[in-house]
Nanobody
Framework: QLQLVESGGGLVQPGGSLRLSCAAS????????IGWFRQAPGKEREGVSC????????NYADSVRGRFTISRDNAKNTVYLQMNSLKPEDTAVYYC???????????????????WGQGTQVTVSS
């Protein structure tokens, strides 16, 4: 079965940190750009951060730049999103996706993705 599985979400206080993981099964992530997207209630899904297949190019939304870091370990078939200095407005369901495009193209649209994960809830609240 070909799938992406996210983990690491949860409830955290403002200013706290979480690390999300996106693990692939049934296929190798190394050939794909990977993107993290999020969707808050009543809002459209948006690109948060994306990384090229080789890991050399990374893209961040303005709202998370300087606080979030994307990385990948192709040997473990996993991509990570380290989220620091979390804010209440970061509350959303976070999804990872894979596509054979550039990191910039990956984050520019939610369409055309080969694989999507099921999502993991991140809640930032005191």
């Amino acid at each position: 079965q070909l799938q992406l599985v996210e983990s690491g979400g949860g409830l955290v206080q403002p200013g706290g940190s979480l690390r999300l993981s996106c693990a692939a099964s049934g296929f190798a992530l190394e050939s794909y750009a990977i993107g993290w997207f999020r969707q808050a209630p009543g809002k459209e899904r948006e690109g948060v951060s994306c990384i090229s297949s080789g890991g050399f190019f990374r893209n961040y939304a303005d709202s998370v730049r300087g606080r979030f870091t994307i990385s990948r370990d192709n040997a473990k078939n996993t991509v990570y999103l380290q989220m620091n200095s979390l804010k209440p407005e970061d509350t959303a369901v976070y999804y990872c996706a894979a596509a054979g495009v550039s990191a910039q193209a990956m984050c520019a649209s939610t369409s055309g993705k080969a694989y999507w994960g099921q999502g993991t809830q991140v809640t930032v609240s005191s």
